[in-house]
């Protein structure tokens, strides 16, 4: 069984509709058991538990929200515990051209230290799933993508 951990931050409802939909993008790779966690519900245990983590918050100021770069930065206690797990990311934003970018690349850079293996993609979207406020049904296609992408990987990989 791979298990398949999105943890995500909220205040308008866009990004937890975004979770949601990389949750059953997940849920659709057999032998997968999806949790979606809210960030202030999320523990560190959680993150350990898991075969791959799927990160997601809106961006403020070109970044990550306060509450996501909190909890990201208290894995510094659980350093070396997520190596080898798959990883990836999504955002909304306010407009275009707000950071949706930099804060993908934010939340990947801390998967990376953590050693963890990033789940990328090739033709569009490269570093994750971006929504312009409320995502459209193309932006909620891109999160499901992404978690049964990750899904396939961490599976592949014995994870």
């Known amino acids: 069984m791979t298990k398949v951990l999105v943890v995500y931050d909220s205040s308008t409802g866009n990004t937890e509709k975004m979770a949601n939909a990389v949750a059953d993008?997940?849920?659709?790779v057999k032998a997968t058991e999806v949790a979606?966690?809210?960030v202030g519900k999320a523990k560190l245990q959680d993150l350990i538990d898991s075969?791959?983590?799927i990160l997601g918050s809106p961006t403020y100021y070109g970044n990550m929200s306060g509450k996501m770069k909190s909890f990201i930065d208290r894995t510094n206690s659980i350093h070396g515990k997520l190596k080898g797990k798959v990883g990836g990311a999504f955002t909304s934003s306010g407009d275009t051209a707000c950071?949706?970018?930099t804060t993908?690349?934010?939340m990947l850079e801390a998967m990376l230290i953590n050693g963890m293996i990033i789940q990328g993609r090739y033709d569009n979207k490269h570093y994750g799933p971006t929504a312009v406020e409320a995502p459209n049904k193309k932006e909620i296609e891109s999160c499901k993508e992404l978690g049964k992408r990750v899904a396939y990987l961490a599976a592949a990989l014995g994870k």
């Open 25 to 28: 993008g997940a849920k659709q």
């Open 36 to 38: 979606v966690l809210k």
């Open 51 to 53: 075969d791959a983590i």
């Open 99 to 101: 950071g949706a970018e």
């Open 104 to 106: 993908l690349l934010a």
